[in-house]
Every structure is written in C-alpha cells, then in structure tokens.
C-alpha cells in the first residue's frame, strides 16, 4: 500500500510518501510544500492544493494520513489559518478518493517510539531506524509527515 503523509502548514506543508509492505516499509519521497508568505491567502491555498494534487497524481496513494491541528488558544489566528491550509490538503485527498486517516501528534509518537510525549529528536531517530536512513530526516516538517505516513502503516497493519 502506497501512503501518503501530511504535516499540514501554511507557509511549510511536510509530505511523504511512504511503500508499506507486510514485513518492509520503503520511504519513496519526502518533502515540503512551500508557499509565498507575501501572497494572498487565497493564492496560497491554491499552490498548496496544486502541489498537493502533483503528489497525489504522481503516486496514486490508496491512504492519506494527515496529523491533527494542534494550536494554543493564545494563537487562534494561527488556528485558523492552518485550518484552512489543513481543509485544501483533505479535499485534494477526498478528490482522488483515497482513504483518508488523521491521527493526533501523541498517538503518532507513541505509536513510534512508545512514548506520547517524545520530542523532535526522539522521532527523528526513531524514523530514520525504521526506514533504514543514512540520516536523520529534516526538516522537522518531513520527519512528522513521515511519522504520520508510519502510524497509518502500523494501523492498516493491526487491523
């Protein structure tokens, strides 16, 4: 099964693509989506949706696993903004019809490292054991899409 991870964001959006055989989990692509902080918020969303769309075409995923929006109530603009960013990548991954999975930042870590609370360096050392990487991925954005691309894999699995 062919699945695709999200990190969403508005200004950088991590993805990555990830092989999830039985026994064996190959990494196909990582990156992020980068839009121009100087253009409109509508423009923004469009070369999201845009970039976003390029991915799903060029790998046909079966899943999308999408990490939940976390914001503290001192920033409800960011909230909102990531919300939207958030709402484009869903309706691109609705538009393709792939099964789409949204997983919290503590069920991602405790399904990696056993630990819900672990931190960045933690996570990208767990990952990159996994997948067998020469080194640890970066940036954080594509290590958290990766780790959401593996909590989906470990969840199809169990069940």
Known sequence: MIIL??????????YAVIKAELLRTVLLEAGVFRTDGKK?????????????????????????????????????????LMGHARGVLLQQAAAVNADIYSFSATR???????????????MQRAIQSMLRLPKLPEPPDVADAIAAALC????RRMK
């Open 40 to 80: 409109d918020l509508s423009r923004r969303l469009n070369q999201l949706a845009e970039d976003m769309r390029q991915v799903l075409e060029k790998f046909r995923p079966g899943a999308v696993a999408v990490e939940q929006l976390y914001s503290h109530y001192q920033h409800p603009r960011t909230a909102i």
């Open 5 to 14: 991870g999200i990190d969403p964001g508005l200004q950088v959006c991590g």
């Open 108 to 122: 991602i870590k405790k399904a990696l490292t056993g630990n819900g609370r672990a931190g960045k360096a933690q």
């Open 152 to 155: 989906c894999a470990n969840d």
